[in-house]
């Protein structure tokens, strides 16, 4: 009975997939009614400016005389520079914290926030890679993060076209409520941890030990076992789902861009994630190049091989069957041609309005790649179709596996 009710639910699945992939999906974009957009001035002095453009170190204070967002002046507490690859790019990436809380609006809606991140996407191809996956991350309830475009102005010249987002410690400690987070070098480092306030020392030294354990039930135990063990400390379903996302867009480097977050409505610890950082959407390889990947990982469906625990689940017969039908779940949700449609719409809607002034793309000049509102608008096209064509892949993995 059972056999006949999986099988029953593979073929649902199939049906389902088929159904949304079965003719060519061409992306129709219309030009955008709203062409507002938000400007953020920085008035910084003169000396620093001449210095903004070469490799700074990350984390580097700059000294700001004034700040306005929209028409709104802003009193500023602290702004730093951010991100170890992006602080070597002439585009520089910020860290802000202002003195009050500013309530922002875009299309994802209102947020009050007092901390914030400027990205200034230079890795970012286009510059909606990122916006992409942060809203697919939404869309599958993994992480709801507060973003939008904006233009930064310094000293009066535009910087260009950044991504203004909420920072994904708030993710975790405001929206979640979470006492602690912890961001991962891989699953068995910590790189950074932060704490709510008045977190207990003792909750402390447990969030740190659960996080230790992962990597030890995949030393010690196998099968339903450490199904089990896993999911009492991870929520897997979550991590299956940022796991399965990036195979689906192919993305080259994240096994160091999560954040592990303790969630608050269980007795134990058992953590939840919050995603970050999604420049190295649709690469040809992994991180660790093709040639290791598939010495480790074969056929499996798992993009990047680097971090143990991703092994763990690709070489664990019962764990990788609970990845694979968890993929299976998700797959009509994560590629209807319908839903992408109309977000790949509304990055357009709200990205091509800051296209408008040359000065705010012809700097791309200095990104990984340069950018234009022609080619902008034909890599969107392009990197809808192949998502739809990635998903007829994926679907005839899925018959396989």
Known sequence: MLGLKYHCSRILFFCLIGSGICSQNVLHLTPPVDRHYLILDMEIPRSVARQIHEPLRSGSN??????????????????????????????????????????????????????????AQAMDTHYFRNYFAFTMMHELKVAKYYFQYAELHLNGVSEGIYLLIERPYDVAL?????????????SRRIDKEKLNK????????????????????????????????????????DYFSWL??????????????????????????????????FDDL????????????????????IYSSEDFLDRAIAEDSVLYARYLEHFRKILPKMTNPVRLQEIFSQI??????????PANYEISAHDREPTDPKAMKENLGKVYSYLNKRTEEITRQLEVN
């Not at 306005?68 to 009193?75: K, L």
């Not at 405001?174 to 891989?186: G, H, N, S, T, Y």
């Not at 190049?289 to 074969?298: E, I």
């Open 62 to 119: 700059i000294p700001v005389q004034r700040m306005e967002i929209g028409d709104q002046e802003v009193q500023v507490k602290e702004i730093k520079t951010r991100g170890k690859s992006s602080a070597f790019f002439y585009r520089k990436s910020f860290n802000v914290q202002l003195e009050e809380a500013f309530e922002f609006e875009s299309s994802q809606g209102k947020k009050k926030m007092k901390r914030f991140y400027l990205l």
């Open 282 to 301: 649709l690469t040809q390889q992994p991180h660790e190049g093709l040639d290791l990947r598939n010495k480790r990982f074969g056929d499996a469906m």
């Open 244 to 277: 399965a996302f990036n195979y689906w867009a192919k993305n080259g480097d994240y096994t160091d861009e999560v954040c592990y977050y303790v969630q608050p409505d269980h007795t134990n610890i058992r953590f939840g994630i919050v995603p970050w950082d």
């Open 348 to 357: 357009y809607q709200d990205l091509e309005p800051l296209y408008a002034l």
């Open 198 to 237: 008045k977190v207990p020392a003792a909750l402390e030294k447990e969030t740190k030990k659960a996080f230790a354990a992962i990597p030890d039930f995949c030393k010690t135990l196998h099968g339903q076992a450490l199904y089990d063990s896993l999911n009492r400390y991870l929520d897997l379903e």
């Open 174 to 186: 405001k929206d979640k409520d979470a006492p602690m987070v912890i961001r991962r070098l891989e």
